[in-house]
């Protein structure tokens, strides 16, 4: 069972930046794909961006391109969504998710078939 913890949201004013974590506490991400996926309220959930083990990453969600960017740190087993020019459209609950992928490139899209959930962290992006 792989329990994954999001960590580092908070409340930050647009055009701030956040960085959130992604930890498991028995070291189980290092064969595993993460994907970082958010929800607002009264929408669907929305993929943003995932990594592989080996560090190949993709991301889905238009919105953020250029403005988030993934990384991973295995010997830490911490996956890292770093937030950068936040927009007010970017309040949601963020969430990581985990998914056993030693091989093969990652997408968040329609779930990614992600088996593994955090609980997720609440990120408000103030004007």
Not at 24 to 30: H, T
Not at 115 to 126: A, C, N
Request: charged letters at 20%; hydrophobic letters at 30%.
């Amino acid at each position: 069972q792989v329990n994954p913890v999001e960590s580092g949201g908070g409340l930050v004013q647009a055009g701030g930046s956040l960085n959130l974590s992604c930890t498991e506490s028995k070291r189980l991400l290092s064969a595993h794909a993460i994907g970082w996926f958010r929800q607002a309220p009264g929408k669907e959930r929305e993929g943003i961006s995932c990594i592989t083990p080996s560090g190949g990453t993709t991301t889905d969600a238009d919105s953020v391109k250029g403005r988030f960017f993934i990384g991973r740190d295995n010997a830490k087993n911490t996956v890292s969504l770093e937030m950068n020019n936040l927009k007010e459209e970017d309040t949601a609950v963020y969430y990581c998710a985990a998914l056993f992928l030693p091989h093969g490139i990652c997408n968040t899209r329609s779930g990614g078939g992600y088996e593994y959930w955090g609980k997720g962290t609440q990120v408000t992006v103030s004007s």
